[in-house]
């Protein structure tokens, strides 16, 4: 496919995240408004809560749009999916009859306040990168037990924290949590020392289910993917995290970016997943590409510094897809939810500055990350702003995802005075 | 405190789960007409959304109970829900002036449909009972490794699937899953051959919070209590636990029982943790009696035959708290909300009888248990209805939860056809 052009001309310009191709969904509010649904295009945000009310958008006898959250669309279903889609396109292409209808309910993406996309159902978290796995087992278990027995088997993940999933620019609070040194007789509770990041890609339950769902079934049920900062206390996570897995390492906050790309979007850049070491069992098996071509980097700045690119790496070197994830999260029958948010797990390539932690970086800590400031980085310090970017390389535009970004903040000095 | 005399008879004879004493919230359909909050009195349901409506319940601008699900209330936090409890109270008592406005609104809990009495959030299962872990761990991990170095310094959990918690009363169908036995070369998708329950008390949270919570800010923040069958399929735990903990193994059902016993119910039933090992840091120190005296027991009857009691303990075995819990849940800064829930973790007492699970009953399975028919159990058969029950023993009566009762049901023949 070549871009697309559109009557808007921002969304014309190469380098744009967000060109006609793209057409991203996300929730903001006008200077002074209420929130509602808005999609992205060129340097402007579409105001699809009004064009609907107005007719020009047709969905239905119900709105969709006039709501701060996707959900209602999403649990519709692929074809209105499609046929909403399809409506924009129309709307916004070079040429449009409505432009003058549509021109009004532009909005300056400068000059709004974004909010989460999506009312975010439950989220669960995977591990599903293989040099991540490899990487992290090393650290933590020694190279001969590395990659856990079942990994190759299965996407091993484990539930999150919904309630601490946050849109892009929410500060970050440095968590309290109790730790304890391999050389300390006994546990403290204290802030995170170890604070990390970690590059992954969410993707989004669209479609409800109940009951096993298979990998076809289960890509047809995403909606669409969005950047995810799965922000990780590894002093908490050691300590606690046997015999039943990660808990407050990991609830303090995920972060998201702000626009939903739509699989709809993505659909040309699929890839397969990496060559299988041992078959999967046919519940999993591949059947056709289901990953996607997406270039991810993040960047981290200091206070007041500027930023220092720290990883670029891509969704492809993930070892099992989405969908794979999504039929074996139903595989006991675990009722699947619009608005369940699946993150891929860090996202590593296979050479040292394409991994997707800090922890895998700087090796635990002993192999500190130099930054173009000079400063040096274990893990991450107050005031350090994480910024992810992503997006799809297509011939003559991008799809791109904007940022996902947070600051670190100093822990609470007492956190149970408020 | 002594019995409560109610107008109402049922609520006043011996044994009742439902006196006046102890009025817990549900969400209940009358024959034929729309699901609304109602309370259980004797043998009986109070439809208090349409006292509310009619001015004799006193809640304010915004109603609470023409809902389906009591999040309303609980989010309102315990001043209201003291005024409530206050008004149901008199309004049900002995020689109360309003009877005869209230006694049109009662319907007889035999003729209702009884549902979920609350939205869950988001769910939690901890892992909080010793000689639970102590059994687990000695058969997962063998004797020196039972209990995990972490364990008497924290509540361990893991966040589980809030969209698996069903009402008592729902089938329950057997999960297929990936397993492997320790003598096979590769892992199977099947059905679980290690079917199990687990024995627990379900938190409620009523109050939301933002950071840290102290042990007693918690306490507060809890509303209530349900009995809990935590479904398990053992075979499916013991491939995939490892290195995050259960995923698939927990996440095809979660059986509540329907009735939400409040905390102001379980006052006057307070008692102590049990003495510590090791002291706890200073936000998790006991600052009161903040477990219960709770009789609990399990009934397990096959198909077509009579119900064997298969262990009976107490609540108050639990190591750590409810508050306790929740405290450490948001110590690392973790939104909590109204309507999520925690599970206490199995509770098992000391000996081979009050053990809350299959698993550690029939030790794996090594030492299966026999049934009054004469018929043995190392873990769940089709067909067996697996009932928990839980009440506190108060002077002339009882606090008591109702049943939480669930039927295993075949698993498909294949998971996959619709």
Known sequence: ??????????????????????????????????PRCGVAIGDQVLDVATLEEQGILVTGDTPICRRPSWNTLMNRGPVTWLRFRD???????EGAAARSDVEAHLYPLSSVLLQLPFTVS??????????????VG????????????????????????????????????????????ADQPQPAFMPSRRFDLELELGAIVGTPSQG???VD??????????????????????????PLGPFQAKATATTISPWIVTAAALEEFRVHTPERQVPLLPYLADTGPMLYDLNLSVTLAPSGKAATTITATNYREMYYSAAQQLAHHSSSGCPMRTGDLLGSG???????????SLLELSWGGKEPLTLDSGETRSFLEDGDTLTLHGYAQGPGYRIGFGECSGTVVPALANPFMR
């Open 87 to 93: 409506q924009l396109t129309t709307l916004m292409s």
């Open 138 to 181: 090393t650290m933590f278990r020694g190279a001969e037990n590395a990659l856990p027995p079942n990994w190759l088997h299965m996407p091993i993940g484990y539930n999150g924290r919904a309630s601490s999933v946050v849109v892009s620019g929410t500060p970050i609070r440095r968590p309290w949590g109790q730790v304890k040194g």
């Open 122 to 135: 439950e989220y669960t978290d995977f591990y599903a990168g293989r040099h991540h796995a490899t990487n």
């Open 1 to 34: 496919m070549t871009l697309r052009k559109s009557w808007l001309s921002s969304a014309n310009v190469d380098g744009t995240d967000f060109p006609l191709n793209n057409l991203p969904y996300g929730v903001f509010s006008p200077p002074g408004k209420a």
């Open 212 to 214: 096993p769902v298979s």
């Open 346 to 356: 860090t996202i590593s390539g296979a050479d040292k500055h394409s991994r997707g």
């Open 217 to 242: 079934e289960a890509d047809a049920m995403i909606f669409g993917y969005v950047l995810l900062n799965d922000w990780s206390a590894r002093d908490i996570q050691a300590w606690e995290y046997q």
